[in-house]
Each structure stands twice: as C-alpha cells, then as structure tokens.
C-alpha cells in the first residue's frame, strides 16, 4: 500500500506549497517596507 503515503505526502506538500505561496505576499511587503 505505498501508494497511499505517495497520496498522502503528495497532499500534504501541496498544502504546505499552498500554504508558503499564501504567506509569500506579506514576507514581501515587510521586506520592501524595512
């Protein structure tokens, strides 16, 4: 059943991707505003 934890990390590292992409603008804009 290695396709299950394929599906499972493949899940997870979208959210993760998700996450950093919805974190990414705000990073930017404190970073131009120092």
Do not use: N, Q
């Amino acid at each position: 059943m290695a396709l299950e934890w394929v599906v499972l990390g493949y899940a997870a590292a979208a959210e993760a991707v998700m996450v950093i992409l919805l974190m990414m603008p705000g990073l930017d804009g404190l970073r131009r505003s120092d």
